[in-house]
T-cell receptor, first 116, second 115 residues
Framework: AQKVTQAQTEISVVEKEDVTLDCVYE???????LFWYKQPPSGELVFLIRRNSFDEQNEISGRYSWNFQKSTSSFNFTITASQVVDSAVYFC?????????????FGKGMKLTVNP | DTGVSQDPRHKITKRGQNVTFRCDPI?????LYWYRQTLGQGPEFLTYFQNEAQLEKSRLLSDRFSAERPKGSFSTLEIQRTEQGDSAMYLC?????????????FGSGTRLTVV
């Protein structure tokens, strides 16, 4: 069975602070894909990043960085120098090749509020 | 590419009424997914289509729910005899089979409130 746990439910920071969002996943398969999505108040889920299970290289994109560690089954997301526009709910998700739906299994999400 | 469109954005209905939502995926995407998101939770898979065929349904999809995708284009999700527990955001997403592991494109959702 697949499971994604985002232990933090809500974080509030002041602008320019760094913030890390934790994600721990469970799967029995060796091949899987991990994602982070952002959901602003408007409601749509915005794709941020994808990582496959064979690529443990960390990634940086502007103020965003991701740390994938298979040894701890974690895929954490760090926002550096946070901005008010980063305020949203962030979801970690998992899928694996099933020869079927390849549906996404989401965590419960973490609401980030960045205050000016 | 106009993205995934969902209509309506909001729907308030009385318990027991039927409601129908529509999703227009990105035109070249052959896969279409429906998810349900309740307050404080992540989206949960309901069903998906590949072209016009509905290939998987979650146990969350009770017999009051039905989804269609005629001609493999837009999709509709109907809920009959709505209950207060149906209140949620209903999200549609699309992708192409060749890019299913690159993430879906989601619509803005339809927020249903059953009173």
């Amino acid at each position: 069975a697949q499971k994604v746990t985002q232990a933090q439910t809500e974080i509030s920071v002041v602008e320019k602070e760094d913030v890390t969002l934790d994600c721990v996943y469970e799967t029995r398969d060796t091949t899987y894909y991990l994602f982070w999505y952002k959901q602003p108040p408007s409601g749509e889920l915005v794709f941020l990043i994808r990582r496959n299970s064979f690529d443990e290289q960390n990634e940086i994109s502007g103020r965003y960085s991701w740390n994938f560690q298979k040894s701890t089954s974690s895929f954490n997301f760090t926002i550096t120098a946070s901005q008010v526009v980063d305020s949203a709910v962030y979801f970690c998700a998992l899928t694996q090749p099933q020869g079927g739906s390849e549906k996404l299994v989401f965590g419960k999400g973490m609401k980030l509020t960045v205050n000016p | 590419d106009t993205g995934v469109s969902q209509d309506p954005r909001h729907k308030i209905t009385k318990r027991g009424q039927n409601v129908t939502f529509r999703c227009d995926p990105i035109s070249e995407h052959n896969r279409l997914y429906w998810y349900r998101q309740t307050l404080g939770q992540g989206p949960e898979f309901l069903t998906y289509f590949q072209n016009e065929a509905q290939l998987e349904k979650s146990r969350l999809l009770s017999d009051r729910f039905s989804a269609e995708r005629p001609k493999g284009s837009f999709s509709t999700l109907e809920i009959q005899r709505t209950e207060q527990g149906d209140s949620a955001m209903y999200l549609c997403a699309s992708t192409h089979t060749s890019r299913v592991y690159y993430g879906y494109t989601f619509g803005s959702g339809t927020r249903l409130t059953v009173v």
